[in-house]
């Protein structure tokens, strides 16, 4: 028994270690690895990252090619498509269930880290410190949304696909240069769920992923 619970705590530990290289920009996507690299990046044991391969297979993040080894999942029209669709379907039901149930103190505590980030981009311009806080009030608001569920196969499906989201901001569009549109994009679903109007809240919550979705395909 402990030796299964020390083998599922080393698979977990490399996983949390890959991700966050590929996060980093350590391994990109694209990239061909083979489980010797993968020990030197995580610093995990072979056994490990033998173990860990199914689950990344699984969860799409590496394919297995014949003769060519395993290859960290390319962005492609394909997975930018997918993602984003994946992504709409969960937080549309996510944001309409926040909405009716979420606390006033709960809701107006994200407008204010929202506009604690535009006040800071008017003062100090757009620093690569505002970016990196923006980025994770982002990322913050959406994961709210979906945690507000309760659900745990919704949490980690979500998770998975969120990563791979990131991955594509990463590579196609980050927000640098959209740190104030993204903000008032935000804004202006907080505005509905203050409301308590679920359907109007959803429908911002669409066009925003939609707009997200259109500058990661290099759309208008």
């Not at 030796?3 to 920009?25: C, I, P, V």
């Not at 969960?90 to 204010?112: C, G, N, P």
Request: no cysteine; aromatic share 4%; glycine share 6%.
């Amino acid at each position: 028994m402990r030796n299964d619970e020390g083998s599922t705590k080393q698979r977990d530990q490399a996983y949390r270690s890959f991700t966050r290289h590929l996060l980093a920009s350590d391994i990109r996507p694209g990239q061909f690895v083979s489980q010797r690299e993968l020990v030197a990046l995580t610093q995990m044991p072979l056994g490990a990252i033998r173990e860990l391969v199914p689950r990344l297979e699984a969860e799409g993040l590496i394919t297995t090619i014949p003769q060519r080894g395993m290859q960290i999942a390319p962005i492609d029209f394909s997975l930018v498509r997918d993602a984003y669709q994946f992504r709409l379907i969960l937080e549309k039901e996510a944001v309409r269930h926040f909405t009716a149930t979420a606390s006033d103190e709960a809701i107006a505590a994200i407008r204010d880290s929202h506009e604690a980030i535009l006040k800071r981009v008017e003062t100090e311009g757009t620093t690569a410190d505002i970016v990196s806080d923006a980025q994770s009030v982002d990322w913050g608001f959406h994961d709210i949304l979906i945690e507000s569920l309760g659900n745990e196969i919704v949490t980690n499906t979500y998770r998975v696909n969120s990563l791979k989201i990131r991955l594509i901001r990463q590579e196609l569009i980050r927000i640098d240069g959209h740190v104030v549109p993204v903000m008032h994009e935000h804004l202006g679903i907080i505005a509905e769920i203050e409301k308590r109007h679920a359907d109007a809240a959803a429908i911002a919550l669409e066009r925003h992923i939609v707009g997200a979705r259109q500058r990661a395909l290099g759309m208008p």
